[in-house]
């Protein structure tokens, strides 16, 4: 089983960057798509990016296309997510999953997501 660690609790103000990681822990991630997920306090799980398991491909949620970026290093077994211009609406548990060898992971169902991270609280004030 791989284990994913995410980096801990933020508050930020709107405007600002922010950068979350998840570290794989027993194996390797570099055999599989990597993608990060949100959740608001009584909302559902919604898809915010993903990043092929090759080929560096990628693939966002409308509303943070020109804001997020995701990326990988294989050599550290860690993925981030780059997050400028953030407004409260981003306000949300965010959480990094693992998919096994996925090319387009942007179209994979949340439910076909191999492992999951514990979770980021980012807290975004006004």
């Known amino acids: 089983q791989v284990q994913l660690v995410e980096s801990g609790w933020r508050l930020v103000q709107a405007g600002d960057s922010l950068r979350l990681s998840c570290a794989a822990s027993?194996?390797?991630?570099?055999?599989?798509?990597m993608g990060w997920f949100r959740q608001a306090p009584g909302k559902e799980r919604e898809f915010v990016a993903a990043i092929a398991w090759v080929g560096g491909s990628t693939g966002y949620a409308d509303y943070v296309k020109g804001r997020f970026t995701i990326s990988r290093d294989n050599a550290k077994n860690t993925v981030y997510l780059q997050m400028n211009s953030l407004k409260p609406e981003d306000t949300a548990v965010y959480y990094c999953?693992?998919?096994?060898?996925?090319?387009?992971?942007?179209?994979?169902?949340?439910?076909?997501?191999?492992?999951w991270g514990q979770g980021t609280q980012v807290t975004v004030s006004s």
């Open positions: 999953a693992a998919r096994n060898r996925a090319l387009r992971p942007w179209q994979v169902p949340t439910d076909d997501y191999d492992y």
């Open positions: 027993v194996r390797t991630l570099s055999s599989y798509a």
